[in-house]
């Protein structure tokens, strides 16, 4: 089975600073990944998918990598607003079928 | 893109009230849906598989007569959580999956439920 761990599991950093969140799975046979934002009491937003073929995908001031043989993918933010306060969670999605594997997420707070 | 619309939004309710929550894909037709719920902290969880004109395929530890599921039709699935009691209060999340395109799954915006 899966399993999904974001490192850290929360993060504090003035306004302005570039950040890095982490994620690791144990299982490489993977459909894709996707990191999401979640605020306070609301949904999912989906930031960024990377298809299994791909290495990276840029949005804005976002850059999510993939190393599938290492099992690994980090969320990039670049110039950090206190609007990017939130937590963000990246998903398995398994190879063989349509299930996503979350995990726990980082708790990110950006000080103005 | 693919969207998909969940309601409500927030839900209060006595305990041993039902509540239904309702997925819609408005733009697509899915056969297959997802409900997730998510404690205080913790991460989302896959609480059952839900595909169109059959029953749906709970994941283990999840009561099925309490969160009854309903996919009655392609762009809709419901979930009722029946008696609902303190401890059912949660974040629930749907998900649908449109095959038609590479990302596959859309996420409703998700259902706040607060049991008295």
């Known amino acids: 089975k899966q399993e999904v761990t974001q490192i850290p599991a929360a993060l504090s950093v003035p306004e302005g600073e570039n950040l890095v969140l982490n994620c690791s799975f144990t299982?490489?046979?993977?459909?894709?990944l996707q990191w999401f934002r979640q605020d306070p009491g609301k949904g999912l937003t989906s930031l960024l998918l990377?298809?299994?073929?791909?290495r990276e995908q840029t949005s804005g001031r976002l850059n999510a990598s993939l190393d599938k043989s290492s099992g690994r993918s980090t969320l990039y933010i670049a110039a950090s607003q206190p609007g990017d306060s939130a937590t963000y969670l990246c998903?398995?999605?398994?190879?063989?079928?349509?299930?996503?594997?979350f995990g726990t997420g980082t708790s990110l707070t950006v000080i103005p | 893109g693919a969207v998909v619309s969940q309601h409500p939004s927030w839900v209060i309710c006595k305990s041993g009230t039902s509540v239904k929550i309702e997925c819609r894909s408005l733009?697509?037709?899915?056969?297959?849906m997802f409900w997730y719920r998510q404690f205080p902290k913790q991460s989302l969880m896959l609480m059952a598989t839900?595909?169109?004109?059959?029953?749906?395929?709970?994941e283990q530890g999840v009561e099925k007569d309490k969160f009854l599921i309903n996919h009655a039709s392609l762009t809709l699935s419901t979930l009722t959580v029946t008696s609902a009691h303190p401890e059912d209060s949660s974040f629930y999340i749907c998900?649908?999956?449109?095959?038609?395109?590479?990302?596959?799954?859309?996420f409703g915006s998700g259902t706040q439920l607060s049991v008295l």
């Open positions: 998900s649908a999956e449109n095959r038609g395109l590479r990302e596959k799954l859309f």
């Open positions: 299982d490489s046979a993977i459909y894709n």
């Open positions: 990377i298809q299994s073929s791909q």
């Open positions: 998903a398995v999605c398994e190879d063989t079928g349509n299930q996503f594997y």
């Open positions: 733009d697509f037709q899915a056969t297959t």
């Open positions: 839900s595909n169109e004109g059959s029953k749906a395929t709970y």
